[in-house]
């Protein structure tokens, strides 16, 4: 059995999502992530330089989540997961460097 391509893929809770999130995001997603092993990210770091309110940070993070799941993800095939989550992510940048 061949082992299935990653797909990574996220939105900044820096807003309210609109329209062009749906289009340009939710919906590619929902249409192909059965086909790969699957994570989607709150890309929570990236939005600590315009936002900088924690309360709507927070809400903003479930309001992303919750699009994921309205939009059709099923969380039993996709990893859903906060930025800020993984330690390791902040490191990354310093191993790119060196490659």
Not at 65 to 78: E, I, N
């Amino acid at each position: 059995m061949a082992q299935k391509k990653r797909l990574l893929t996220g939105l900044q809770p820096s807003g309210q999502l609109h329209i062009g999130n749906y289009f340009g995001a939710l919906k590619p997603f929902v249409d192909s992530y059965e086909e790969f092993e699957s994570f989607l990210m709150v890309a929570d770091y990236h939005t600590l330089t315009t936002l900088k309110d924690p309360e709507v940070l927070r809400q903003n993070t479930l309001d992303i989540v919750r699009a994921y799941l309205a939009a059709g993800v099923d969380p039993k095939k996709a990893v859903i997961f906060k930025q800020s989550d993984i330690a390791e992510h902040t490191s990354l940048p310093g191993y790119l460097k060196r490659s």
